[in-house]
């Protein structure tokens, strides 16, 4: 008997040993089988903003932020019931209004057969990271916003430049043309210059169409 007490509270003092430094690196939490909260520890408190009785015998309901679908939850739940951990990154609603990223591994305490009976949840906050990542993503946005309008401006610039070089190219090839009369070499000489000048604009312009798919890693 006094073996069994012995062993007994060493597991005792193990299990608060492992709760004490969960304590303090991070956010946990104790519930039923039914998700009702029957432990949490002061870093619960600080980001959920709410004070241990408010959220002693409530459910995790509390913090739902709306962000995620209700498949999400479903598929949370289907998997600890079965006895298994889940991973999962979650944004919930503090007290205050404000949201908040958590990294979660939600592990099932077993009853003798093998059915849950309650649950731990750890969570690591994550939220710097994640306005992180929301700001780079807005940037990214912004980026191929202006390199769309940038594209967009590039083929209205070559259409609007391109677009006299058809009747010039055109009206001096007939004027070359023997057949619209005869020219002085000097005419000759001045035909062949527009002609050499709008087939230069015109490259011109295609190199800048290329510039511009160089650019934007389409060549």
Request: glycine content about 4%; some cysteine.
């Amino acid at each position: 008997m006094n073996d069994t007490v012995t062993k007994l509270k060493q597991e005792k003092k193990d299990k608060d040993n492992v709760l004490r430094a969960l304590d303090v690196s991070a956010i946990t939490a104790i519930t039923d089988r039914k998700g009702d909260i029957t432990y949490a520890n002061k870093k619960f408190e600080e980001i959920s903003k709410y004070n241990i009785d408010e959220l002693m015998g409530k459910n995790h309901r509390l913090l739902k932020s709306d962000y995620h679908p209700d498949s999400f939850f479903d598929d949370l739940w289907r998997t600890i019931s079965k006895g298994k951990v889940w991973y999962g990154i979650v944004k919930n609603k503090a007290k205050d209004g404000s949201f908040y990223w958590v990294n979660t591994v939600i592990t099932p305490f077993l009853d003798e057969n093998g059915r849950p009976e309650q649950y731990m949840a750890i969570r690591m906050d994550m939220t710097k990271q994640k306005e992180l990542e929301e700001q780079l993503e807005k940037s990214l946005k912004k980026v191929e916003e202006a390199q769309k309008e940038k594209e967009e401006f590039v083929a209205m610039i070559t259409h609007d430049l391109k677009q006299p070089l058809v009747p010039i190219s055109g009206n001096a090839e007939l004027l070359a043309n023997p057949k619209m009369g005869e020219l002085s070499e000097m005419q000759l000489e001045c035909v062949k210059e527009i002609q050499a000048n709008a087939s230069r604009q015109l490259s011109m312009i295609d190199n800048l169409v290329s510039a511009q798919k160089l650019g934007a890693g389409a060549m």
